[in-house]
C-alpha cells in the first residue's frame, strides 16, 4: 500500500467527504434497499452543507483517510457519548466508518480503526461503540476482529424503513 495517512476533516474537506460518504453509503446498501428510501436516507444524511456543519460541530470529529492525497475512508465519532447499553462509562461513538470498495481488503479499515481506537482513548473514553445493521454481516465480522462486542439493539430509520441494529462495543481499557 502507497502512503495511506489518517487526519481530521476540515470545512474544505466538505464536498469531497459528501461525496464519499453517499457513495459508500450507496455502495454498502443500495442492494438492500428501495431506491427511495435510500435517496431520502441520502439527501437528508449526505451534501456539502451538512459534512461542514458536521464538521464544524464542536461535538464530532470527522476523520478522513487518505492514499496519495486521494480520499478513500472516513469516519465520524460522536464525543462524549455513553453507550445505553454500557452504562456508567465514558463513551464515543463511531457514528459512521466507510471505507471506499477500491480499498477493501488492504488493511485500510484496520488501521483507520486503530486510529479512532488510539484517539478515543487519548480523550479519556472507557468504551467505543457503534451501530451496524444486524443484516451486514460483513461489518459484524469486522467489528468483532476488532475487539468490539455485541451488548444490545437499537433501531434505524431508513427513508419510511425501521431497521435493527446490534449495538457493539469496545472496551478502550483492555485494548
Request: charged share 30%; net charge neutral.
Amino acid at each position: 500500500m502507497t502512503a495511506l495517512r489518517f487526519r481530521r476533516a476540515t470545512e474544505q474537506d466538505a464536498r469531497l467527504l459528501a461525496e464519499l460518504a453517499e457513495k459508500t453509503f450507496r455502495d454498502t446498501y443500495t442492494q438492500f434497499n428501495t431506491p427511495e428510501n435510500m435517496d431520502s436516507h441520502c439527501s437528508k444524511s449526505f451534501g456539502e452543507e451538512i459534512q461542514r456543519a458536521e464538521i464544524r460541530d464542536a461535538r464530532r470529529e470527522s476523520w478522513l483517510g487518505e492514499i496519495d492525497g486521494k480520499l478513500v475512508a472516513f469516519a465520524q465519532l460522536i464525543l462524549d457519548k455513553a453507550c445505553p447499553p454500557v452504562p456508567g462509562k465514558r463513551g464515543i461513538e463511531i457514528l459512521r466508518f466507510y471505507v471506499d470498495s477500491s480499498q477493501h481488503g488492504k488493511g485500510v479499515a484496520y488501521r483507520m480503526m486503530d486510529e479512532l481506537a488510539a484517539r478515543s482513548a487519548a480523550l479519556d473514553a472507557e468504551v467505543l461503540w457503534l451501530g451496524v445493521w444486524d443484516q451486514n454481516t460483513h461489518a459484524t465480522a469486522f467489528y468483532k476482529r476488532c475487539q468490539f462486542e455485541t451488548v444490545g439493539t437499537k433501531t434505524f430509520t431508513l427513508g419510511t424503513e425501521v431497521q435493527s441494529d446490534w449495538v457493539m462495543s469496545r472496551d478502550l481499557r483492555r485494548s
